[in-house]
């Protein structure tokens, strides 16, 4: 190892944290009323303190370098209640800005919802759990895994209602949608749903608009229903038409409001007759995000990208700042342009990238780069056209910047292409030196994700050709250009993303498609049972290094000529997702041992340590293997 200079480093620059599945409470301080909402952190999450009449803010980072705070609460004892991003409860003290741990450890993800009654508090957290806290007598009740108890459990909690008559409501989304009713004390609970609800995957904005009538968003519907017998009072259309995943909503002057991410357009329930009307003129851009209603005349919001609004509904006008919020993500999606000397990059669920110009050492954040929320997940350079490529989620789109020109999103980055048949999620893209090829996931609480060759010369995105259920039901979850073959392959996994479905199939399979004839040229099923495969490198001769987790958790060598395997035994610990092609054959690979170049022998694989410490989006460019660590990009000059 010492014979290798030590990799060059980058610090990856500071960009917008992102403002994401949140929730806005309200605190009081040295008698003044100050809005709290959080953002997901690289270093910790913090929580932040907005002034709302000056839109001037604050923030204290999160206790335990957590993550994110989804669920927010005041209490009726003034201080804040937080969900932490590991399923932990804390509280804050708005007067001495103190956090103390409540629960510690007995759930272990995100906390999506929660909610404060006078006694209780009740929150949700992946993958399907509740707690139960008595916060007068600081005492945990109960802790449920799952709070479900249908089967297949719903997943995520967004959405914890305290109920007219003391119970508490758990919206579970996800692979169907529930309603869990509960009571607190004795832990008693009742999964339902409503004939309008049934194979529906999300709910969203649900409130109790009176004391018997509950409503909330349904897939295309905004549903009301009477409490407790859950008759159905109304199912009106949402008033984007759209699917109404992202609608949130808050209760002002005893009206509902609503804001969908999709247009950012404030509307509000007129009647249980005639549905909804707009509450803001169109293009006031008044609401986006989370909302939340004070003095029963203002309507506040808090976007994903850190822009404060707040609407006064009696004057019509609407008032906008930027947080200031910039800090430290790591890479979420990596490419090193050598004839540049430029490295794009971008961060985890903010929607933007950067770049670094490794000549100077200089990094700058390049603002925003595909629509609506999520991030950049996979990036290439196609030498065609000069440009870089972005694959964003959830648009399931591909977008082309020009580095030669200003950023400026829509123009600059430019969507190029957008997937169809119900896609979300990029998981992979390829490049053959003529298309680009994309394998992506389908919607939450969907089988059957998708492969798609997208021209990246063709600008009109009416040359997006897809194969959805390539193998019926499964998920591409990798590819592998060979364009000397004129093949690609592809690996699958049995689940819809994040598990929001149950499976259909028991087996992942390989698959190499002709990318000629457009057709699939060979199918392969190495392991009974086996639930995920990833094709990782070719290798000479056609071959084709691939990984089996679960069970099999095995390393092997296909042929897809002959649709033969041959095994390399179990992967090296920590071994990674990437293996980056270089020249002359040669693989690199991150794992325990660190970064080096991985060996595929006869009947197994050695790995020679070329650097210390472990990376991810490795690739090679202009004789340097560039990988992220961290908040670092490193570029390691390799042997000639």
């Keep these: 190892m010492s014979a290798t200079p030590a990799p060059a480093s980058f610090r990856i620059p500071d960009t917008r944290l992102p403002f994401v599945n949140g929730e806005i409470a309200l605190i009081e301080r040295e008698g003044k009323e100050l809005l709290v909402t959080g953002t997901v952190g690289g270093t910790g999450g913090r929580i932040y303190l907005i002034d709302p009449e000056t839109g001037a ?15 927010l609460k005041t209490g009726i004892d003034g201080a804040l209640y937080i969900g932490l991003g590991n399923g932990d409860l804390a509280k804050f003290e708005p007067c001495t800005g103190a956090f103390e741990y ?240 430029t490295v794009f990059g971008a961060p985890f669920i903010n929607m933007r990238f950067w770049q670094i110009d490794a000549e100077k050492g200089e990094g700058r954040d390049l603002g925003r780069a595909g629509p609506g929320g999520g991030q950049v997940n996979q990036i290439l350079w196609d030498p065609q056209t000069q440009r870089v490529l972005l694959s964003c989620y959830t648009s399931c789109t591909l977008n082309a910047f020009d580095p030669s020109q200003p950023s400026s999103y829509p123009e600059n980055p430019k969507t190029i292409a957008k997937v169809g048949e119900e896609q979300m999620r990029p998981l992979a893209l390829a490049h053959d030196g003529r298309h680009v090829w994309m394998a992506s996931s389908a919607h939450y609480g969907l089988l059957g994700g998708a492969v798609s060759r997208i021209d990246p010369t063709d600008t009109s995105g009416a040359s997006v050709k897809t194969w959805r259920h390539l193998v019926k039901d499964q998920t591409p979850n990798a590819l592998v250009a060979d364009p000397e073959r004129e093949h690609l392959y592809a690996s699958t996994q049995i689940y819809a993303d994040c598990e929001s479905a149950p499976p259909s199939q028991t087996t992942a399979r390989l698959v190499a498609f002709d990318t000629r004839a457009l057709k699939t040229a060979a199918e392969c099923a190495p392991f009974d049972g086996c639930p995920q495969l990833h094709v990782l490198a070719l290798l000479p001769k056609g071959e084709v290094l691939c990984r089996a987790y679960g069970e099999a958790n095995r390393l092997f060598a296909w042929d897809p000529q002959k649709n033969t395997t041959r095994d390399l035994g179990v992967p090296p610990d920590k071994f990674g997702r990437q293996v980056a092609p270089g020249p002359g054959g040669a693989l690199y690979v991150s794992s325990g041992a660190g970064i080096g170049r991985l060996h595929v022998e006869a009947s197994g694989v050695r790995i020679e340590p070329l650097a210390e410490g472990t990376g991810a989006f490795l690739h090679v460019a202009g004789g340097k293997l560039w990988y992220a660590s961290g908040f670092e990009v490193y570029a390691l000059d390799l042997p000639e």
């Design 57 to 71: 803010c604050e923030y204290r980072a999160l206790p335990g370098n957590e993550i994110a705070a989804y669920m």
């Design 102 to 341: 409540l629960v510690k450890g007995k759930m272990h993800s995100l906390t999506w919802g929660g909610c404060v009654t006078e006694q209780y508090i009740v929150w949700s957290a992946s993958p399907h759990d509740a707690c139960v806290y008595d916060w007068c007598r600081n005492k945990l009740l109960h802790v449920f895994s799952p709070a479900d108890l249908d089967t297949p459990p719903a997943r995520y909690g967004h959405t914890v209602l305290e109920c007219p008559d003391g119970r508490v409501l758990l919206m579970m989304n996800v692979p169907q949608a529930r309603l869990v009713l509960l009571e607190p004390e004795s832990g008693k609970r009742e999964s339902i749903v409503p004939d309008a609800l049934r194979g529906v995957s999300w709910t969203r904005g649900g409130r109790f608009l009176d004391g018997e009538t509950l409503g909330f968003f349904a897939a295309k519907d905004f549903l009301l229903y009477r409490y407790p017998s859950f008759e159905l009072l109304a199912r009106l259309p949402n008033p984007t038409g759209a699917e109404g995943s992202h609608m949130q909503s808050c209760l002002c002057a005893g009206r509902l409001y609503t804001v969908s991410n999709e247009d950012g357009a404030l509307w509000r329930l007129k009647d249980e007759r005639d549905g909804f009307e707009r509450a803001a003129p169109e293009g006031a851009d008044a609401a986006r995000g989370v909302l939340y209603a004070l003095h029963d005349h203002l309507i506040c919001s808090v976007d994903a990208t850190g822009t404060f609004r707040r609407h006064d509904l009696d004057s019509g006008e609407t008032f906008a700042k930027e947080l200031d919020a910039w800090g430290p993500l790591g890479a979420h999606a990596l490419c090193a342009v050598a004839e540049r000397q």
